[in-house]
């Protein structure tokens, strides 16, 4: 049997630029994994392409691959679901492909439910390591805001406990470089690699 | 409190080439941690110089060190102490700094077994994972050779599943780029960083 794909996850807060980030580095061609496309029931937007932005379905369609068990992760915003099929991740995982999603927070962690083994990535603001700096630094703020913004700070380090790494997006391209030397470090993990060196001793031993 | 550092530790079989690897490493000049030299009571060999290369001690400052738990861990090869001294590797990991370690299978299990938290790279002979292709391969070998070979091959898979990483020695400046990228990867590991942002939020909430 070869051996199965890593599956890589990034996620991260609402807004944090994660498809700006997936976008590019994918955009580099220097990618060997693939890249798992989302199913919608949204409409698709001028220019968006079925099969290349998302995977465009009806309603009906996509609840049915709920109830069949279809769906490796989905979620519901503003009347729309969005969500990853399972069918395409498992097929190239068993090519032994590794395969890149860029989900929601929520979906992450059910992908995490289900494949403990995979990567997470948590992108994270630029500002949060910088709030407390800019807080007291600046002084101008009004408290509401002050104490807003902390709030937020403090659910986003409170989803990033999930997480295995936490890449900050200052700039889309230092992003994308921290995360891929993350899934190449990844693919030097014992646990990744043992399966090849055992089944290598396995017939004699 | 500042962010403890974090503990490297470079191991592998004996012969594979653990100390070119970390000596093109440092030669890299593009190291930002610091190599903990070992301590020993051989004798220096011509070039050495003490607090260079090792420390070299007598054989009762050596006991002396182990008795007063001052050794972070140690063996005894051909009649000769090698180990590390505790106090400077946790000086420099308090004061923020990552440390470096290369050290016999036998010393990387102790430091597993006190700091589960550092970073395990195994290096492995690169004709490890090509074994079974030169065996079949060639079919010239004898058998007593192929079986001594792979006895050796099993019994170094069986000591990299202790470790969190594999590198193939194949190249050294392979190999080196490949560790400079694992230490990177593991700064940006969530366990690793949450400190620095707990702290930052440490006040409010």
């Given at each position: 049997?070869?051996?199965?794909?890593?599956?890589?996850?990034?996620?991260?807060?609402?807004?944090?630029?994660?498809?700006?980030?997936?976008?590019?580095?994918?955009?580099?061609?220097?990618?060997?994994?693939?890249?798992?496309?989302?199913?919608?029931?949204?409409?698709?937007?001028?220019?968006?392409?079925?099969?290349?932005?998302?995977?465009?379905?009806?309603?009906?369609?996509?609840?049915?691959?709920?109830?069949?068990?279809?769906?490796?992760?989905?979620?519901?915003?503003?009347?729309?679901?969005?969500?990853?099929?399972?069918k395409y991740v498992n097929e190239t995982l068993d090519q032994g492909k590794d395969v890149f999603l860029e989900i929601e927070v929520n979906g992450a962690m059910q992908?995490?439910?289900?494949?403990?083994?995979?990567?997470?990535?948590?992108?994270?603001?630029?500002?949060?390591?910088?709030?407390?700096?800019?807080?007291?630094?600046?002084?101008?703020?009004?408290?509401?805001?002050?104490?807003?913004?902390?709030?937020?700070?403090?659910?986003?380090?409170?989803?990033?406990?999930?997480?295995?790494?936490?890449?900050?997006?200052?700039?889309?391209?230092?992003?994308?470089?921290?995360?891929?030397?993350?899934?190449?470090?990844?693919?030097?993990?014992?646990?990744?690699?043992?399966?090849?060196?055992?089944?290598?001793?396995?017939?004699?031993?």
């Open positions: 049997m070869a051996k199965r794909g890593m599956l890589i996850v990034l996620s991260g807060p609402s807004g944090v630029g994660k498809g700006t980030v997936r976008k590019a580095l994918f955009d580099t061609g220097a990618t060997d994994f693939s890249y798992s496309i989302s199913m919608t029931t949204r409409q698709p937007r001028e220019g968006e392409v079925n099969g290349v932005d998302y995977y465009f379905v009806s309603k009906e369609e996509f609840e049915e691959n709920i109830r069949n068990g279809e769906m490796l992760e989905y979620a519901k915003y503003v009347d729309n679901y969005y969500g990853t099929p399972l992908v995490r439910a289900n494949c403990p083994d995979a990567v997470f990535v948590f992108l994270t603001p630029p500002d949060l390591m910088e709030l407390k700096h800019r807080l007291i630094g600046r002084g101008t703020d009004a408290m509401d805001v002050i104490n807003k913004r902390i709030k937020k700070a403090v659910g986003e380090i409170r989803m990033m406990r999930n997480y295995d790494y936490a890449v900050v997006n200052d700039e889309v391209s230092q992003a994308v470089a921290r995360i891929q030397m993350i899934i190449r470090s990844e693919r030097l993990r014992v646990t990744r690699v043992m399966p090849d060196y055992e089944q290598m001793i396995g017939d004699e031993n």
